[in-house]
Each structure stands twice: as structure tokens, then as C-alpha cells.
């Protein structure tokens, strides 16, 4: 999954990784918020 999102993110411009990083954020958000809830 990381690998093809990796190969993914080099066929894209600067706004694709804007929006990569966007989802990245919210990953990292509900990770937070799994580990806040258990």
C-alpha cells in the first residue's frame, strides 16, 4: 500500500502531494484519536 501510494505520488504534480500530505494529516489524526480512545 505504501509502496504504490509511493509510486503513485511520483506520477503526480505539486498538488498531489499537497493532497497527499492532506491525507496523510487525517491518518495521523484518527491514529490519535484510536489511541485517545483505547
Do not use: E, P, T
Amino acid at each position: 500500500m505504501l509502496y504504490m501510494n509511493m509510486a503513485v505520488m511520483k506520477r503526480l504534480n505539486r498538488q498531489g502531494l499537497l493532497i497527499a500530505g492532506l491525507h496523510l494529516l487525517v491518518l495521523l489524526n484518527l491514529a490519535a484519536d484510536f489511541l485517545y480512545a483505547s
